[in-house]
């Protein structure tokens, strides 16, 4: 039986079911087909993002620094307790129920916009057709008008390390230890591996980060950098960097590491090691050799500025496309992709797409840094605060880091922002509205910013870029 639909998305990840949904609301005949299993056998919606990552780490970043305040930071308030523990199957076993209820939320959403899914790998063939190989073996055959391919990505194996889901594992692996390792070694030091690094560190392991670039956090404005590399080091995170892993050995009394760096050959024994180096368009599998679509160099499905192949009514989006591999980014480029299809005017402005990573204190940013705008020899001006001078801050004891902003020089539009602190996580989106509409600098100035609010440093920071800052030295 070869059902017929009006778009098909391969994957059901942030950007294949936000996609499929509103295909639906735009009343095009939807399927969705992914392969995906819970811990139960059973499909479950949501991609890499809501099964194993995402929603999944945020749930032991929260649980784990719950515990790290209670035994680090609650005597500054008053509060002790004695003797405090930490229950891992209970601390893990959380983060399963909030990673299945909202894995359910997923299906109870497809089910209310008539959307019909398929458990299973599809693989695009000809004519706009779809294979269907479900997880017993067996085949069917969709077709539609448009397919979107979004089929994710998987993490990168290191070929001197590979995964075994026990002592070796990627970011899945180190959402499930079913104790404290003593000594974790973590191979990169991007978002997954301070991320992970910092839950398992908050609970008692020796965490042990190597990264082979000689700067921390090349991708993110140095001066921001610099007080996260900071704070991280007080926090007993090891980051060396510098350090190319050469051989991964498990043995009985654990994984022997050789590495090196400035000073020459290196050795370290981990009890367990988490690979996280980055990841790869999933792409295996996914084409037929007839289809027309085409792959990059690095195997990521060649598209245009609207997400399309090439091929009549082939689209791609999410990770397996050029861009960040942010979920937001593909869930975005999921709603642009089924408004195209639709008729209508989709819309992603790759430009103000925001970056964070959820460490203590949290970073993100949005926008061009100081390098960029250096090489691209436009003229910017700079104003940055310090959380130090926000008085929320100091009163909720997370005063470290700062907002900084990058103006035009001339017109005073906003081309960027850089934070380092508490809750930046949700204060980057006033600056991505502000970027968004070509606001200035001037702009957010003169918007009346709560107080006490962790916001006056957006604002600070605003009033900093014409020297004009109330609390701090210009």
């Known amino acids: 039986m070869n059902d017929?639909?009006?778009?098909?998305f391969i994957g059901a990840g942030p950007a294949g079911y936000v996609g499929a949904i509103r295909a639906a609301q735009l009343g095009l005949k939807t399927a969705c087909i992914d392969a995906f299993a819970g811990k139960d056998g059973k499909q479950a919606l949501g991609g890499t993002c809501l099964n194993v990552g995402c929603i999944p780490s945020k749930a032991l970043l929260d649980s784990s620094r719950q515990f790290h305040n209670l035994t680090s930071h609650f005597d500054v308030h008053g509060i002790s307790a004695d003797n405090p523990r930490i229950d891992v199957p209970t601390f893990v076993?959380?983060?399963?129920?909030?990673?299945?209820?909202f894995t359910g939320g997923v299906a109870t959403l497809f089910k209310a916009n008539k959307i019909t899914p398929y458990f299973g790998t599809g693989k695009l063939l000809k004519g706009n057709q779809v294979e269907i190989t479900g997880n017993d073996g067996s085949k069917q055959?969709?077709?539609?008008t448009n397919v979107v391919l979004a089929s994710g990505s998987v993490p990168i194996e290191l070929p001197f390390a590979k995964f075994d889901g026990k002592a070796i594992v990627d970011n899945a692996g180190a959402l499930d230890f079913t104790e404290v390792p003593k000594r974790l070694g973590v191979i990169g030091a991007g978002v997954i591996g301070l991320e992970l690094g910092s839950?398992?560190?908050?609970?008692?392991?020796?965490?042990?980060?190597?990264?082979?670039?000689?700067?921390f956090l090349g991708v993110a404005d140095p001066d921001i950098a610099k007080v996260a590399q900071r704070e991280f080091k007080k926090q007993g995170l090891d980051i060396k960097l510098g350090a190319k892993l050469g051989k991964a050995e498990v043995k009985k009394d654990g994984v022997h590491l050789t590495y090196s760096d400035k000073d020459g050959e290196q050795k370290l024994v981990v009890d367990k090691l988490l690979v996280a180096v980055g990841r790869r368009a999933y792409t295996a599998g996914l084409l037929a050799d007839d289809t027309g679509v085409k792959l990059d160099e690095r195997g990521r499905i060649v598209v245009d500025e609207h997400c399309h192949t090439g091929v009549d009514g082939v689209w791609a989006i999410g990770d397996a496309v050029r861009g960040p591999m942010l979920a937001h980014k593909g869930s975005e480029e999921g709603v642009a992709v089924a408004e195209w299809i639709a008729g209508k005017a989709g819309h992603v402005n790759f430009d103000t797409i925001p970056w964070v990573i959820y460490t203590e204190p949290e970073i993100a940013w949005a926008g061009k840094t100081e390098k960029e705008l250096k090489d691209a020899a436009i003229p910017y001006r700079v104003g940055s605060f310090p959380f130090a001078a926000i008085g929320r801050a100091v009163a909720m004891n997370e005063a470290v880091g700062q907002v900084k902003m990058l103006a035009h020089a001339e017109t005073d539009r906003i081309l960027g922002v850089h934070m380092v602190g508490p809750g930046v996580s949700e204060l980057i989106a006033e600056c991505v509205v502000a970027m968004e509409f070509k606001g200035s600098s001037e702009d957010l100035a003169r918007i009346v910013h709560a107080h006490p609010t962790l916001s006056e440093a957006v604002h600070e920071a605003a009033l900093s870029v014409d020297k004009r800052a109330i609390h701090k030295g210009n």
Do not use: M, N, Y
């Open 141 to 144: 055959t969709i077709s539609a």
């Open 93 to 101: 076993g959380r983060k399963d129920k909030i990673v299945k209820q």
């Open 199 to 215: 839950v398992w560190k908050r609970l008692g392991s020796d965490v042990t980060i190597l990264e082979a670039l000689p700067d």
């Open 4 to 8: 017929k639909f009006d778009v098909i």
